[in-house]
């Protein structure tokens, strides 16, 4: 399996920008389905959004459709999540997560996930 680890959250405003890394070991990412999931406090695991092994495909969760983008760098076997007009329900834990399915949105189709990275966002 790719071992993940999340780096860039913290505390900001509403409105204001964030970006999300992930750096993927282990196997290359070119592989693999990647996303990101979180986490409110009391509430279930959500998807946020997904990108294809090509980056041609990618899906977001309405929530968050317009306002984050999610990308990918095979080369450097990484991927990003660019947070803009941040709220403060987007408040959570944020995953990196890889499937090994050629395409996917599913929770449970995720084999791989970070430990999570806490983005706080203040009213």
């Known amino acids: 399996q790719v071992q993940l680890v999340e780096s860039g959250g913290g505390l900001v405003q509403a409105g204001a920008s964030l970006r999300l890394s992930c750096a993927a070991s282990?196997?290359?990412?070119?592989?693999?389905?990647m996303g990101w999931f979180r986490q409110a406090p009391g509430k279930e695991r959500e998807f946020v959004t997904a990108?294809?092994?090509?980056?041609?495909?990618?899906y977001y969760a309405d929530s968050v459709k317009g306002r984050f983008t999610i990308s990918r760098d095979n080369t450097k076997n990484t991927v990003s999540l660019q947070m803009n007009s941040l709220k403060f329900e987007d408040t959570a834990v944020y995953y990196c997560?890889?499937?090994?399915?050629?395409?996917?949105?599913?929770?449970?189709?995720?084999?791989?996930w970070g430990q999570g990275i806490q983005v706080t966002v203040s009213s």
């Open positions: 997560v890889a499937s090994g399915m050629p395409w996917t949105t599913v929770l449970s189709a995720f084999q791989s």
């Open positions: 282990g196997r290359s990412i070119s592989s693999y389905t």
């Open positions: 990108i294809s092994r090509s980056g041609n495909n990618v």
